[in-house]
């Protein structure tokens, strides 16, 4: 068979099975977690079944931790030196010999952008909380006054029992008021709850993720399925048949590793089965678009595109280290509970993909 019609169907088969490992490693946590809930809702003793939900939350916990063991590993050991070899090499190119650190000064421009973003999005949440909880008060003012106004022509023991009534009726609104602004706020918001019984700390990114925005979990995506993207570009670039295979088997490997990472960090979100069904076929398609492109390209691209290629993945980078230290690992160890095995199990994570990287890097 000629050597360049069976490089194509590699890369046919390449990019079917990123998609559809990637589509099962994202979607198996959580039909895992929500077959455990629906076991544990379905014990009939109430100290079983909350023991048995602590239980599941500890676990997808350990999980959770053990994602972000391989966020780090990912960051640190992929993208970072990647990034820096890319800048190096660019400038080389460009005959530029400069101590400058331009690889991490992309990459922490890239995580002050996402707070930048992050900050943005509370200073407008709380706002609108503010002017919701303003509404509330000068309704209930006006009400009042009202309510007061119509007393003042009736008798007076007519009065009295209107006034009890009225005590009785105030509280049953404010009530009522209090839980409409509640439920809109929660509709307003995408609903990113952790059911994990975690005493949180006051940390924004812990308050963004309680209060229902998805912004974390977005901007997570977002960086995965760049650097995915790039992963594909360089495996549809690839025209060596046995350099091809091995990288296609470290990429698909990095790729569960990151699908299940990041179907963990889905089990907090309180959506139906069919809205991750969906948020699913279009996570696994980033290697295969990635691919794709490297295809159609057929030749590493000029200095222009080596320049915005570097830049992206050093904002990426710069996300993936916001994302795991200002949101992931403030959530997890603010809760009292397993410390240690935690530390352990980032520990774990980040010892997985640094083996994977070791043994394909030789």
């Given amino acids: 068979m000629d050597n360049h019609l069976l490089l194509q169907l590699l890369r046919a ?13 994202y979607l198996a946590p959580i039909l895992i977690a929500k077959y455990w809930k629906s076991k544990a809702q379905s014990i009939a003793s109430p100290d079983r079944a909350i023991q048995s939900k602590q239980f599941g939350n500890r676990i997808i916990s350990w999980f ?10 990912t960051c640190f050991l992929g993208i970072f030196p990647n990034v820096k070899d890319m800048f190096t090499t660019l400038l080389q190119k460009l005959d530029q010999n400069t101590q400058f650190p331009l690889a991490e000064c992309v990459i922490v421009f890239g995580f002050i952008l996402t707070l930048l973003l992050e900050q943005s999005l509370l200073s407008w949440q709380e706002r609108k909380e503010s002017r919701l909880q303003d509404d509330i008060e000068q309704n209930r003012g006006l009400l009042e006054e009202c309510e ?28 009522r008021l209090s839980n409409c602004d509640e439920q809109n706020i929660n509709d307003d918001n995408l609903s990113i709850t952790n059911d994990i019984d975690h005493g949180r700390s006051h940390n924004h990114m812990s308050l963004l993720v309680h209060r229902g925005s ?7 995506v977002l960086a995965c399925g760049l650097h995915s993207i790039f992963e594909g570009i360089t495996l549809g670039l690839q025209t060596s048949t046995t350099k091809a295979v091995h990288l296609f088997i470290a990429i698909i490997i990095h790729q569960c590793l990151m699908a299940v990472a990041l179907g963990i960090n889905s089990t907090k979100l ?12 279009g996570l696994s398609a980033f290697v295969p678009a990635g691919i794709i492109i490297g295809i159609l390209v057929q030749h590493a691209p000029g ?44 520990l774990l994570g980040f010892c997985m993909m640094a083996i994977i990287t070791l043994f394909f890097s030789m």
């Avoid at 023991?157 to 009225?166: D, F, K, N, T, W």
């Avoid at 998805?214 to 997570?220: A, E, K, Q, T, Y």
């Fill in 13 to 25: 088969g390449f990019a079917t099975c990123f998609y559809l490992l990637t589509f099962a490693c």
């Fill in 64 to 73: 959770n931790c053990t994602a972000i063991g391989i966020f780090l590993s």
């Fill in 148 to 175: 007061m106004q119509d007393l003042s022509d009736e008798p007076s023991y007519i009065r009295e029992e209107h006034e009890l009534s009225l005590v009785d009726g105030f509280q049953s609104k404010s009530l």
């Fill in 214 to 220: 998805g912004f974390s979990f977005l901007i997570l």
């Fill in 270 to 281: 309180k959506y139906s089965f069919g809205f991750y069904f969906k948020f699913a076929l």
């Fill in 303 to 346: 200095t222009i595109g080596e320049l915005i290629s570097a830049f992206l993945q050093g904002l990426s980078a710069g996300v993936f280290l916001h994302v795991t230290f200002q949101d992931f690992l403030p959530s997890e160890f603010s809760n009292k509970k397993d410390r240690i095995l935690k530390v352990l199990f980032v």
